[in-house]
Every structure is written in structure tokens, then in C-alpha cells.
């Protein structure tokens, strides 16, 4: 979240898109509601469904899943034809004043500098400004020449008329329009508007692109850096946002950086490749100090080994394999052809939770062993006596390790607001169950101790690797090693901003450094309930990264000379009587600076130094671009590239391709109240599982006639890959979508169940009863996270 929970309620109008945040996100309703109440703001919701949250919205308006490019791309095309724009905003604080290089084009769903044969942009280099005599990027502050950022924006989006996209989408177009229009206002520089998205809009194959349709039309509105404003991401566990900061994924380290390419062979290339650099005075480009972060993590985990000498231990750091994929869909891709031997599984459910789950359960059975710890025995730890395996043909070795829960073990957690917040034990875990740190310091110092005396060269990542938190660790050491150590003094740092490349400090994760005092106060325990500036902030309450900032970005809550675009939600401003800033939040700028400098680069952390409506990085180009789910009914209507060109596409084996013509009808995943992720808890919970006991599949009563089906009768959904038996709910939550004239059926079923626990979902213990089963092995284009919301389907009664 680039803002936070209280802070939604400064918005004039809230868009939530991909997310259900009244029955998974209730909290954040409350502020939503508070909004309302208090400020009159207008709460939108899209969505598939009709649920909860589209209940108290004041606009509903359905779409098809896979379909938010169109959807946000059709707004961006009626705010710039309509000049609702915060034009200020956008000429000031975005790169639609570069000069895009001549030779970039965009021809029929392809931008220039694509590989077919290799299926993805090997040369991105026409995606670069056009740069004058020293370097820095030309710009048009009138954002009229036909290369200008804003002027390829235009052209990219005009495509996206309201017909073609209400057509692509099934929105009925008086809804888009009462949608369209009511964001669009808060481009006015009093009005603020934020959107909340969730898991419906990442799990796609182009999900990191809707992400950034959210970002471009946020800055176009000049909502970003600005309370009630910003772009929130309502994550779906506690302490979600504090596993991706450590770096859960697989393609970062701890901070945010990058994970090293095995091309990059010493830290200089490493540094080369990663370290973005510009010859533009005015952009402070603070990823210039990525070696300081890195060298530091690199002494916090490897202390007295990690010298100038042996580029502080960067070898020893794991390196992924150019053009090798290692996320979730990757890994079990090698474990289902038999390149893994071992897996330990932390809290995760994959027989259930993953995407095709039934190839991941049979990827299982080719390891030689796996360790499982949880707190109840998942149906991943028992994946051998699932339906349709036989154990006599296993030969994985599980081994179950009890941990603690949540509330038996102490620690910070990292809500979705970036707050650090210090849990205490409220109770003791039972008999042998042990908290993840416990249990990875035995396993540490026993791999240590086995791996003793070694001089083999692959063991020195292990026995070099420092582990010093006490006997018994302590969770507040581990938290003093990330926030980081003055190695010169022993004592701790200051913040990030002190840290070093030549090896004198050490810093497990850069972003997080300022959580502790210098003199040893965990600031993560905080609780002031005190809010000087009264919009929110509660800056004695815990700990933000960075810095304790709670608004990121947020200089571009003023204008150019340092006046709030609205005084009444300001974080700070300007006394140019005084000659200093006025200060509610921790400034995204140097508090000496005076704002017509700070304005020059409002968002430090890009290489521009301003916001991206045209970003190089991403891998299906500097456009989110509408493509088509992996399985659909629809032809694009936008160009004749139907999937995302850059996505990765692997064996068909276990993972077939299902067609319109034999699946017509299309399916989408989402969650309940009552059940929590693969649900190991919650069903495992007798009074959650009372209250929602088995996996149903809701679906329009003009469908449910077609097929003869009855609210509560048996029913098979159906897909190329497995298929699910469950109990249909007749509803008008769920109604046909008209596209492109023609109607098309959506159904929508939860994912929480499985075949193991207290409940598993269905009486006949014959089925597995995950939803996830229907999904298949496709990815994002960036993060490969699984199309888990949009695939094809039919549907049956049971008789």
C-alpha cells in the first residue's frame, strides 16, 4: 500500500477492482464507510460478482474476468479526450514531457524489439528517451511533440473507445460510464481518489500490468503521494507484505534487489546490470545506493567472512540460471520431471492452494523426501492419500514438523500498510510445536555442524554463514540484525541513509533499517495513539518502513512551490514566511531542500525521478497492453496477439489447453469470510467449518435453467486439467455478460477446501474438492504468480 488502512478515509471516491474488501478486507471497510459518512465519498465496485462489497457501493458495475486493461484503459482514454487530468500534476511529476526515442513503435498488440522465436522483447532499447548532448532525456513541457510520453499515451489508449472496451468487458456501458465519470472527478486538485485491488487482479497473466493501468491512471488523476489517494494492495494474510519485504519471492533479495544472474559473476557486474544510473542532476535516483544495501546485507550474513577481498561473499549467494525460471510454477514444473529431490514446505498447502493442483500433487510423489511444518497435518503433508495416488507408488519421505501459530510465538509483522508491529505470546504452543525461528536454528547449527571441517568450496555458503541470536534465539536479535549494525562501534545504525559500501556497516534489510534506536528501543512496539496533524498519521504508533513514513511519495501532495494541492489533507507545506516545511509525515525528501528542487524529482526511488507513465522495465512493454487469458472464449479486440507474447509456456504434460468450444463457459476463483487460504486453519476449526462445511459453485439462475440445475444440487464443474464435484448455488450475484453481442456464462467457486482436515469440502472422500485443480500452469509475465481468476469451463447436474 503506498498509503494505509486509516488512510483511506480521505478519499472523495474509492475504485475497488480485483478485490472484495467488505467480506475479505473488512477493516478497511470501516474506513471506506467513515469516508462516506464524513466526506460524502462515492465507493465503486467491479467485480464479477455481486457481493458484499458491491452491495454498499454506490456504483456496481460487473466485468469479465481478465479484463481490467480494457476496462482502465477505456478510462485513461475518456480522461485525456475529456481533459480531465490533473494537468499540474502530470507535467510536473511524470515523465509525459519525455521524448520517447523514433525508433519505438506499437503495431497490432507488439511494441518494437520482439523475439517470436524466443517469445519476448529481447531488445528493449527503443523503449529509451531520446537524450540530449549530455545524457540527460529531452523533454516537452507542452507534452505536444508526437513522441512525448503523453502523446504516445493518447495514441496507445485511443484504441480503447467506450464501445470496444464495454464490448470486451460486459459491462453495460450506462455503468461504465457512471464509473468512468465518477473517478475521472477526482482530478480536480481538491478531489482524491484511491484504489484498493487485491488477488482478482494480480492472478492473471497479465497481472503485474494491471497493477500498472492502476499506477498510470493515478498519476494521469495526480492521485498518488496524496492522502486518501495512492494505490493500495489489500494483501491476503497478516504479515504478507513483511514476507515479500524479506524477499518470499523468487526473483528478489531481502530489500527489494534483485537476485543475481549466474552471468553476473562478481559484484561489479552484479552492480552494472542492477544499479541504475543517469546523468540528470535534478533526479535523485536513490537506487544509486544499492551497493550500500547490498554490501551491508552481505556483512550481516556472512560477518567477518564477507571482505573486500572476496567481494564481501557475493559468490557464496545463491545465482539463478539465465533465462531460468524459479517461482512456484517453475520449481514444480523440475519437481514433476524429477529434477528436485528434497522440498520444505513452511505454511504452505500446495496439494491444495497451487495452481493445477493435482499435476502439483503428482510432482510431489517424484521427491525423495519433504518436510512439512504446520500447525495441523495439511492435506500437502498427506498428498499420498489423496484420490487418484496410489502410496505404494510414492517414494517421498514426509516428514511432519509441528509449529507454533501465530498468537504462540513473538515478533514483528508487516501489515499491508508497511506498519512494523511487535506481537507478543499469548499462550505457549502445545506438546512439541515450535516457532519457525526455533526450528531453523536447530537446522542451521545442525547443518553446521555436519558440514564442519568441510573444505569443499559448495559447503562455504553454509559454513560461513553467521547465526547469532541467542540460545534461545531471540526474535528481537534477528530484528536488531536487519535494521543493521555500525560494525565500527558495535552499535546500531541510525537508518539506511548510514550505511556503507566498504564493509564498516551491515543491514539484513535495507528498507527496514530505523525499526530500533541507536541505544536498543524497538520502536516496533509503540503504541501513541496520538495524532498531531489529525489526518491519520499516528506516527507514535509502531514503526513504517521507510523511515516511518506512512505516505510514500508524498511530496507530490503539493504543487511545485510547496502549497498542499488541498490544505485540508496535507501532510505538510510549505512557510515560505519561515522558510522551512511544515510537517505531519516523514518527508519522501530532504527537509533542507526548498520545494521548486524537491519538486524535481517528487519520486526518488525511479531512475526519472518522477512518476512512470511510460515504464521500460516491465517484459510486455512500457504499455499494459489488453491480452486474453490463456483459456478464453473471446478474440481480442484490441489487436491479433491473443495471449500475453512474453509469458513463459511449459510442457503440456498434465497441463492441458482447454477450448471454447468444448469448455464454453468461464470460471473464476474467490474467497469467503469464514475460511482462510487453503484453509488448514479454518477448516480445521469446528465452529468456521459449521458455518460454511463444503465447496459450492455460484451460478446465474439464467444458467442454472439451461442445464436443468436446482439451488443445492450436485454438481461437476469441469476443465481440461481435473474437474470439481460441489453443491450449486443458484444466485443472482452472478449473472450472463454480454461481449461483443453475444452471451457468456460466468461461474465463481471458492478455493478453501481440500481432502484432508477436520472438513474437507464434500461427503465422498473420493474427492479433493480444490478448486485449484481447474487452474492451470500459467503465469504472469514478471512474477509467473498463477491465473488463478480466469479459465474455461462446463457444468453438470449429478445425478
Avoid at 465496485?45 to 458491491?54: A, E, L, V
Avoid at 513522441?147 to 496507445?156: A, E, N, P, T
Avoid at 460510464?177 to 484511491?194: C, H, M, Q
Avoid at 513463459?648 to 474467490?670: E, R, V
Wanted: charged fraction near 20%.
Amino acid at each position: 500500500m503506498t498509503n494505509g488502512w486509516v488512510d483511506i478515509k480521505h478519499t472523495d471516491v474509492a475504485l475497488m477492482i480485483g478485490s472484495n474488501p467488505a467480506e475479505n478486507h473488512p477493516i478497511s471497510f470501516k474506513w471506506l464507510l467513515d469516508a462516506r459518512e464524513k466526506r460524502g465519498a462515492k465507493l465503486i465496485h467491479m467485480d464479477p460478482r455481486f457481493g458484499r462489497s458491491s452491495a454498499v457501493a454506490d456504483y456496481w458495475a460487473p466485468l469479465r474476468p481478465g479484463t481490467d486493461i480494457p476496462f482502465i484503459g477505456g478510462m485513461i482514454n475518456y480522461i485525456i479526450e475529456n481533459d480531465l487530468m490533473h494537468r499540474d500534476y502530470v507535467v510536473n511529476y511524470t515523465n509525459a514531457t519525455y521524448i520517447v526515442s523514433e525508433d519505438y513503435d506499437f503495431q497490432d498488440g507488439l511494441f518494437t524489439g520482439y523475439d517470436e522465436a524466443r517469445r519476448g522483447y529481447t531488445d528493449r532499447s527503443s523503449w529509451s528517451y531520446e537524450l540530449d548532448g549530455d545524457g540527460i532525456p529531452r523533454r516537452d513541457w507542452t507534452m505536444t511533440h508526437p513522441r512525448s510520453v503523453f502523446q504516445l499515451l493518447k495514441k496507445h489508449y485511443s484504441r480503447y473507445d467506450v464501445d470496444t472496451v464495454c464490448g470486451t468487458t460486459g459491462t453495460p456501458k450506462d455503468k461504465y460510464l457512471e464509473v468512468v465519470k465518477t473517478y475521472a472527478s477526482t482530478g480536480a486538485p481538491d478531489r482524491i481518489g484511491t484504489i484498493m485491488y487485491a488477488m482478482g487482479t494480480t492472478q492473471h497473466t497479465v497481472g503485474t500490468q494491471n497493477v500498472r493501468s492502476y499506477a498510470i491512471l493515478q498519476l494521469l488523476l495526480g492521485n498518488m503521494g496524496r492522502p486518501g489517494g495512492g494505490v493500495q494492495a489489500l494483501r491476503g494474510k497478516s504479515n504478507v507484505q513483511g514476507a515479500t519485504d524479506m524477499a518470499l519471492l523468487y526473483h528478489i533479495i531481502p530489500g527489494y534487489m534483485r537476485v543475481p544472474r549466474v552471468s553476473m559473476t562478481t559484484l561489479a557486474d552484479y552492480f552494472r546490470v542492477a544499479v541504475p544510473t543517469t546523468n540528470d542532476p535534478d533526479s535523485v535516483n536513490y537506487w544509486k545506493n544499492m551497493p550500500k544495501f547490498l554490501v551491508s546485507l552481505l556483512k550481516a550474513w556472512y560477518g567477518d567472512k564477507a571482505t573486500p577481498e572476496n567481494d564481501f561473499g557475493y559468490h557464496w549467494l545463491p545465482k539463478l540460471q539465465d533465462g531460468k525460471d524459479a517461482s512456484h510454477i517453475g520449481m514444480f514444473e523440475d519437481m514433476y520431471e524429477g529434477k528436485i529431490q528434497g522440498l520444505f514446505c513452511v505454511g504452505q498447502n500446495p496439494a491444495v492452494g497451487g495452481p493445477n493442483a493435482k499435476k502439483e500433487r503428482k510432482a510431489l510423489t517424484k521427491l525423495k523426501w519433504m518436510v512439512v511444518a504446520d500447525i495441523f497435518e495439511c492435506d500437502t503433508a498427506v498428498f499420498w492419500k489423496s484420490p487418484g495416488i496410489n502410496p505404494k507408488d510414492v517414494q517421498t519421505e514426509v516428514f511432519m514438523l509441528p509449529t507454533a501459530a501465530s498468537i504462540e510465538k513473538q515478533g514483528s509483522v508487516s501489515n499491508s500498510a508497511r506498519w512494523l508491529q511487535w506481537r507478543y505470546v499469548a499462550q505457549q504452543p502445545p506438546g512439541d510445536a515450535l516457532s519457525d525461528l526455533k526450528i531453523f536454528t536447530l537446522l542451521v547449527n545442525k547443518v553446521k555442524e555436519l558440514y564442519a571441517g568441510s573444505t569443499d568450496p559448495k559447503d562455504e555458503p553454509v559454513l560461513n554463514l553467521t547465526w547469532n541470536y541467542g540460545d534461545p534465539a531471540s526474535a528481537e536479535e534477528v530484528l536488531k540484525e536487519i535494521h543493521g549494525y555500525d560494525l565500527k562501534t558495535g552499535k546500531l545504525v541510525a537508518n539506511f541513509t548510514r550505511l556503507t559500501d566498504d564493509g564498516s556497516t551491515s543491514c539484513g534489510n535495507w528498507i527496514y533499517s530505523g525499526c530500533f534506536t541507536e541505544d536498543g528501543v524497538n520502536l516496533t512496539k509503540r503504541r501513541n495513539g496520538e495524532d498531531p496533524g489529525g489526518i491519520g498519521v499516528f506516527p507514535q504508533w509502531t514503526w513504517a518502513w521507510p523511515v516511518n513514513r506512512r505516505i510514500v511519495y508524498n511530496r507530490c501532495s503539493a504543487d511545485v512551490n510547496g502549497q498542499p494541492w488541498d490544505p485540508a489533507r496535507a501532510p505538510f507545506r510549505w512557510d515560505a514566511a519561515q522558510g522551512r516545511w511544515i510537517m505531519y509525515d516523514v518527508p519522501d525528501f530532504v527537509a533542507a531542500v526548498p520545494p521548486q528542487q524537491s519538486a524535481k524529482s517528487p519520486f526518488l526511488m525511479r531512475v526519472e525521478g518522477v512518476g512512470c507513465l511510460f515504464a521500460r522495465e516491465l517484459n510486455e512493454g512500457p504499455f499494459p497492453e489488453h491480452y486474453e487469458p490463456w483459456e478464453t472464449p473471446i478474440a481480442n479486440a484490441f489487436s491479433s496477439v491473443q495471449l500475453n507474447p512474453a509469458v513463459q509456456l511449459w510442457g503440456a504434460a498434465d497441463n492441458a489447453k482447454g477450448s471454447a468450444s468444448q469448455y464454453p463457459i468461464i470460471g473464476t476463483t474467490f474467497r469467503v469470510t469464514e475460511h482462510w487460504q487453503s484453509g488448514t486453519m479454518t477448516r480445521n476449526t469446528p465452529w468456521l467449518a459449521e458455518l460454511m462445511p463444503e465447496v459450492f459453485v455460484e451460478i446465474s439462475p439464467q444458467l442454472a435453467e439451461e442445464k436443468g440445475i436446482q439451488n443445492g444440487d450436485t454438481v461437476l464443474v469441469t476443465t481440461a486439467r481435473a474437474d470439481l464435484e460441489a453443491k450449486a448455488a443458484v444466485t443472482s450475484r452472478i449473472a450472463p455478460l454480454t461481449i461483443h453481442g453475444k452471451k457468456h456464462h460466468v461461474i465463481a467457486m471458492p478455493w478453501h477446501y481440500g481432502f484432508a482436515g477436520y472438513i474437507t469440502g464434500g461427503p465422498d472422500k473420493q474427492r479433493t474438492y480444490a478448486a485449484n485443480e481447474l487452474t492451470a500452469h500459467i503465469g504472469d509475465a514478471n512474477t509467473t504468480i498463477p491465473e488463478y481468476k480466469a479459465f474455461l469451463c462446463d457444468i453438470r447436474k449429478v445425478t
